[in-house]
C-alpha cells in the first residue's frame, strides 16, 4: 500500500549514466534553509589541492560558482554529490552529510554535467523518460514529466529526433531536461554555457534563471565567466586554486557607482547625438568620461561622473536645449570583473608596499 509520501508506492532504483548514481523520492520544497554547507572542505591529490580548507553556505536561489578551469568547481559538484570522499573537512547538502548520506543527496538534487555523454542514437523523448525511470517515476509519470520539462527548455518539437543530430545547444538542453525532469529541490549545472554562441548563451541563462523563479528549485552553476553569473545569480562564490577568494551577493558585488549612464537618440540636425550631448556637456564643465566597452552598444552610451543631483538637472537641459530623446540616465553599477580587477591590483601592491615599509 502507498504511503502519503509514496502515492505511487515507488521503488527507487539507482543507475549508473553519465557519471553519476540517480535516484528520486518525493521531498518537500526548501524554503530559508542553508541548501549547501562546507567546513574546512579539502580534496587533495598527489600532485595537486584542488580545494583548500572551503568553508562557505549557500542559501536558496540561483548561485553561480566562478573560478578559472581547474580552480575546483567540478571537483566540489562530486564531492558535495557524494561521488568523491573529501581529503578532510565536512559537507553538507539540503542538511544531509555527504560523507553518510550520498544516496540521498541524488535523490533530491538534479545534476548537468560539463562533458557530453549524450546517446547519439536515442531521441531526447527516449533518453529523458529512461533518466526519469532510473528516478524511479513510474511509466505514464516519466513521459508526462518527459513532455513538460523538454517543452520548458525548448526542445518539445524536436523530441523525437536522435540526439546525435542536434546542435551543442539543443545537446545542453537535453542534459539540462534530464536533471530536472524528477523535480529536484536542487540542481547542479556545471559549465552549461559551454560551447554556445551569444545567442544560445543568453537563452541557456535564461532557462536557468526560469528554474528558479518559475519552479523555486535552487541552483548552483559554474563558469568561468563573471558576465554570465552577474545577469543570472542571486549570490556568487569566487574560488580560485581551491580556495575561496570571496561569497557575497551580486548586489554587494555590483553596488552603485557615482557614475551615471545616458543614452540618447539621434535627430537630422544631431546624426551623432551622443557626440552633440558629450561636446555641449563638457562645454557645461561635466566630466565626460571614455564609453565603458563592458556596456552592451557602448558606442552610444555616455559615462560621465555625477557630482550631485545638479548633474541630472545639467543633463536633462542639455538634451533638451539639443532636441534629443534621452532614452535612458541611470546610476551605473559595478561590473563583477571591475571589482576583482580591483582586488588583485590592491593585492598585488600589498606585497610591494610590505617590502617598501621592510626597508
Known amino acids: 500500500m502507498a504511503s502519503p509520501r509514496d502515492p505511487y508506492n515507488w521503488s527507487l532504483t539507482r543507475r549508473q ?7 528520486v523520492a518525493p521531498v518537500t520544497t526548501v524554503e530559508d534553509v542553508t541548501v549547501i554547507a562546507t567546513e574546512s572542505l579539502s580534496k587533495r591529490f598527489p ?23 581547474g580552480a575546483g568547481k567540478s571537483t566540489m559538484i562530486k564531492i558535495l554529490l557524494g561521488l568523491s570522499p573529501a581529503t578532510e573537512g565536512r559537507a553538507e547538502v539540503l542538511g544531509l552529510d555527504v560523507a553518510t548520506d550520498g544516496g540521498a543527496i541524488r535523490e533530491r538534487v538534479g545534476y548537468m554535467p560539463e562533458h557530453d555523454c549524450l546517446p547519439p542514437d536515442v ?33 518539445y518539437e524536436e523530441r523525437y529526433r536522435p540526439i546525435g543530430g542536434y546542435s551543442t545547444g539543443m545537446k545542453q538542453r537535453v542534459k539540462l531536461a534530464q536533471a530536472l525532469v ?60 581551491g580556495k575561496l577568494l570571496r561569497s557575497s551577493s551580486t548586489t554587494d558585488f555590483t553596488q552603485t557607482t557615482t557614475t551615471l549612464a545616458v543614452e540618447v537618440t539621434d535627430t537630422d540636425r544631431h546624426p551623432d547625438g551622443t557626440r552633440a550631448v558629450r561636446e555641449a556637456l563638457h562645454a557645461r ?4 568620461l571614455e564609453a ?24 536633462r537641459d542639455t538634451v533638451a536645449d539639443l532636441g534629443l530623446g534621452l532614452v535612458r540616465m541611470e546610476q551605473r553599477r559595478h561590473h563583477i570583473s571591475e571589482v576583482f580587477k580591483d582586488d588583485r591590483q590592491t593585492e598585488a601592491q600589498q606585497p610591494k608596499e610590505a617590502v617598501s615599509h621592510g626597508n
Not at 549514466?17 to 535516484?23: D, E, M, S, Y
Not at 505514464?140 to 513538460?148: H, I, L, S
Not at 548552483?220 to 545569480?233: A, P, Q, Y
Request: proline residues 5%; hydrophobic residues 40%.
Open 17 to 23: 549514466l553519465c557519471g553519476v548514481t540517480t535516484a
Open 123 to 155: 531521441s531526447a523523448t527516449e533518453f529523458v523518460v529512461h533518466m526519469a525511470r532510473m528516478s524511479g517515476l513510474p511509466p505514464a509519470a516519466a513521459r508526462e514529466r518527459t513532455a513538460d520539462t523538454l517543452r520548458h527548455v525548448g526542445l
Open 292 to 315: 565603458g566597452s563592458a556596456l552592451p552598444g557602448s558606442g552610444h552610451i555616455l559615462l560621465l561622473t555625477a557630482q550631485g543631483e545638479e548633474t541630472y538637472d545639467v543633463v
Open 182 to 241: 524528477h523535480d529536484p529541490q536542487l540542481v547542479f549545472l556545471d559549465e552549461p554555457t559551454n560551447g554556445l554562441d551569444p545567442v544560445g548563451r543568453d537563452d541557456m541563462l535564461g532557462l536557468i534563471r526560469r528554474i528558479h523563479t518559475d519552479f523555486g528549485i535552487s541552483v548552483l552553476v559554474t563558469s568561468h565567466l563573471l558576465g554570465e553569473l552577474e545577469r543570472t545569480c542571486d549570490h556568487v562564490v569566487v574560488i580560485d586554486g
Open 285 to 288: 564643465g561635466v566630466e565626460v
Open 47 to 69: 600532485r595537486v589541492t584542488a580545494l583548500d580548507r572551503l568553508t562557505m553556505d549557500i542559501g536558496p536561489g540561483v548561485t553561480g560558482l566562478v573560478g578559472a578551469n
